[in-house]
């Protein structure tokens, strides 16, 4: 049975009448365009010389262990940003890509 002495809340719905002119809302900020392959190259040239974070990423591939392979993403995010630190979140899933499919292809080029 709900306390009757418990403060209620309200709940207020905006009038959504669409008739009136709107104030134009304010401009969203521009987001950097993410790097592409060839600009993150180097990064993940480097990135591939350190031997426990390949090997942390190897475990991580084809593993149905979430945490596993989040926190793979997480420890590359971490090291890139180490040698860049302007490294996004999504640059840095790129770079996870770019190294599993050097894992997946030894010696080849980055496609």
Do not use: C, F, H, Y
């Amino acid at each position: 049975m709900a306390d009757d002495n418990k403060p209620k809340s309200i709940i207020v719905i905006p009038d959504l009448d669409r008739s009136q002119p709107q104030a134009p809302g304010a401009p969203l900020p521009r987001s950097k365009p993410m790097r592409t392959r060839e600009e993150l190259a180097t990064i993940v040239q480097r990135l591939t010389q350190n031997a426990e974070l390949m090997q942390q990423l190897r475990g991580a591939i084809g593993s149905d262990d979430k945490r596993r392979v989040s926190a793979a993403i997480d420890e590359i995010e971490r090291v890139a940003q180490t040698v860049d630190p302007t490294i996004t979140n999504p640059e840095a899933v790129r770079i996870t890509v770019l190294l599993a499919k050097i894992i997946g292809q030894p010696g080849g080029p980055i496609k």
